[in-house]
């Protein structure tokens, strides 16, 4: 029993210094690996020796350079503002103007004569432009002699069947000075000269000019016609009660059409409804005849989260606006066909500036979706379509104005309101302008080239009376210094001399002369005789008489512009009109925009004259839009 317990024993004592052995050898190696390790950690570098700064930076420049060696980058040219790297030091110090007043300045202590002046005064004391502007992360300072855009020369001569001088860039409807569109008309109300609103023919022949002129050099508009007469499109028409229909019906002159009955009595902006949901296009187009009263609205999603409504109403007035959500224009009471244009955003615009004053108030509404159509009375309705532009209809719309309201016995195109000049008797309501003739006359001859119609002629060749009429007389015909004849754009006593209007009146002539060679006459310049016979029996007009007398008023403004051109060149600017020869007083220096409008006008008679003045004082009055000045003695 013995013997086995100390066998026992002696067995445990063997397990007991096994593990102790075992625990030795682990707690050894855990030892010496973590010894190892602090050994490597805190091991430390020999001293660097002190380097200079002289040292580092050459080391500096020796790394770049075998770096740039070894990764070459492609060089960029920064558009950076110039500078010396140089900071100036300046001081503070009064300027004394023309011994008047001070202004304050600052001026660099190493330097005699450098002064900075403020651009405040320099701005309002050499009447010069500029302003701040931010880009390719620099700040800049941009100085202008003036704010008239760059005038370049032509690149090809002109000719009437082309863009007018730079009328595709003109906006007539956005003008402040424009009160609305008219809806009955379609050609802009102006208020230049009197709140009331009046239709100003020089405005009306721009806005048509304009259009003509967009619609050669912007691409084809995107359109969608959502109406067009097919009978599969009536289920798209909402009708607001049993006494209500919409049917398609077959028109003698339209084909088929839609014809809408609802009753008159329904609230405005209530009727036959068609969704139309257009985000893009805001020019609207349709044709229509209503029988008896109604309503055409078109609902519009703005960016100022209001619905507004525009109402066409078959009434005599102009327009109306609530002050709220509804805007109105009168379209007349008719019962004839007619296509109506209008541009949704601006009659938006206009509506809610609306004001009884002259000055219209400016609004940054816009449209976000023309929504729907909603036609109210009875009502034939055909080709309602939205588009980005309808260039061509606005352009008709002129021209038809033009046909409508010519004075068949003066042939002119009168201005039914007051112009008062400083300095000259008052023109009462009726005067004639040879601004507003020759731009008609420019307008006119494009609709001839377009539309081949032989009334159009007939205006044209009205038009030149008040050409060979005095302004006492009733026409435009002035003449300088006894010699040099003149067409005057505002037929003033005594007479005024305005350059720009003159030179738009001659180029009216042309047009008119150039049509007449280019689509009237043969290869051999003459007009056949069956041409002149026929035209003789339809219109009332003498092809020859007519081309010979347009052609004596051209040459006589030609001679008139070339001898007088150096009148109007003050040496740094341009003059507006002659006044101070007239009237013997200051000169009235023209507006940069003038002066641009100046530029416009010579770059076209450079194209179609050879006489060198044209030529010489385009690139005079160039110079002065960059702050060259004539030579002095």
């Keep these: 029993m013995n013997l086995r317990y100390l066998r026992s024993l002696a067995s445990g004592r063997k397990l007991f210094y096994l593990f102790c052995l075992l625990v030795l050898l682990v707690s050894t190696y855990i030892f010496t ?140 409807e956005v003008r402040d000075r424009v009160k609305c569109i008219s809806a009955i008309e379609s050609v802009p109300i102006s208020t230049q000269w009197g709140p009331q609103g009046y239709f100003y023919p020089i405005q009306i022949a721009q806005f048509g000019l304009s259009h003509y002129s967009k619609n050669l050099v912007q691409k084809p508009a995107e359109q969608t016609v959502y109406e067009s007469g097919k009978a599969k499109d009536i289920g798209n028409w909402k009708l607001p009660s049993q006494h209500s229909s919409a049917q398609v019906i077959e028109d003698p002159l339209h084909g088929k059409v839609v014809r809408i009955i609802t009753p008159e009595s329904l609230p405005l902006g209530s009727g036959a409804t068609l969704l139309l949901g257009n985000t893009i296009e805001h020019v609207m187009s349709l044709d229509y005849r209503f029988v008896g009263n109604g309503s055409i609205t078109f609902y519009l999603d703005t960016n100022n989260k209001k619905q507004y409504k525009v109402h066409f109403v078959t009434q005599d007035f102009l327009m109306d606006f609530d002050y709220k959500l509804d805007i109105k224009y009168g379209i007349g009471r008719g019962k004839e066909w007619r296509t109506l244009t209008r541009d949704l955003l601006i009659d938006l615009k206009k509506g809610v500036s609306f004001s009884k004053s002259k000055q219209i108030k ?25 588009s980005t532009y309808s260039h061509m209809n606005h352009f008709r719309d002129a021209v038809t104005w033009m046909q409508k309201n010519q004075d068949p016995l003066s042939g002119g195109w009168r201005n039914d309101v007051e112009r008062k000049l400083a300095g000259f008797e ?208």
């Design 362 to 386: 400016k609004s940054s509404i816009l449209i976000q979706k023309v929504s729907k159509i909603v036609i109210r009375g009875k009502c034939e309705v055909d080709n309602i379509t939205l």
């Design 426 to 633: 008052t023109l009462k309501p009726g005067w004639i302008s040879a601004m507003g003739q020759g731009q008609a006359m420019s307008l006119v001859a494009r609709a001839f080239y377009m539309y081949n119609e032989s009334k159009l002629i007939k205006s044209l060749a009205r038009a030149l009376k008040p050409f060979t009429l005095s302004s006492q007389e009733g026409g435009v015909r002035a003449v300088f210094m006894n010699k040099y004849t003149w067409y005057e754009e505002y037929p003033t006593t005594p007479s005024l001399f305005v350059l720009n209007g003159f030179l738009y009146s001659v180029i009216g002539l042309y047009d008119f002369k150039t049509l007449m060679e280019e689509r009237l006459q043969d290869s051999s310049g003459q007009f056949p005789p069956a041409l002149i016979e026929s035209y003789q029996r339809e219109v009332g007009v003498d092809l020859r008489a007519t081309y010979r007398q347009v052609s004596q008023l051209f040459d006589d403004g030609m001679t008139s512009a070339a001898a007088m051109l150096p009148l109007y060149d003050g040496g740094s600017r341009t003059f507006y009109d002659l006044r101070h020869y007239v009237l013997k007083t200051q000169p009235n220096v023209a507006r940069w925009d003038y002066h641009a409008t100046h530029l416009c006008q010579l770059g076209l008679l450079m194209t179609i004259s050879d006489d060198p003045v044209f030529r010489n004082f385009f690139q005079y009055w160039q110079g002065y839009t960059k702050g060259k000045v004539a030579d002095h003695n």
């Design 33 to 172: 690996t973590y010894r190892n390790i602090s050994c490597l950690t805190v091991k430390q570098n020999p001293p660097i020796p002190a380097v200079s700064q002289e040292e580092l930076e050459a080391l500096k420049k020796q790394w770049l350079a075998e770096y740039m060696e070894k990764n070459p980058v492609k060089q960029q040219n920064f558009d950076e503002p110039p500078h010396d790297g140089t900071q100036k030091s300046v001081l503070p110090m009064e300027c004394f103007i023309n011994n008047d007043y001070a202004v304050s300045c600052l001026k660099e202590m190493d330097a005699q004569e450098d002064v900075y002046m403020p651009f405040s005064f320099l701005q309002k004391y050499f009447e010069v432009y500029g302003k701040m502007k931010h880009y390719d992360g620099y700040d800049r300072f941009e100085f202008t002699q003036s704010f008239a855009k760059e005038v370049k020369k032509p690149a090809s001569k002109y000719n009437f069947k082309g863009v007018f001088m730079t009328f595709e860039s003109y906006n007539v």
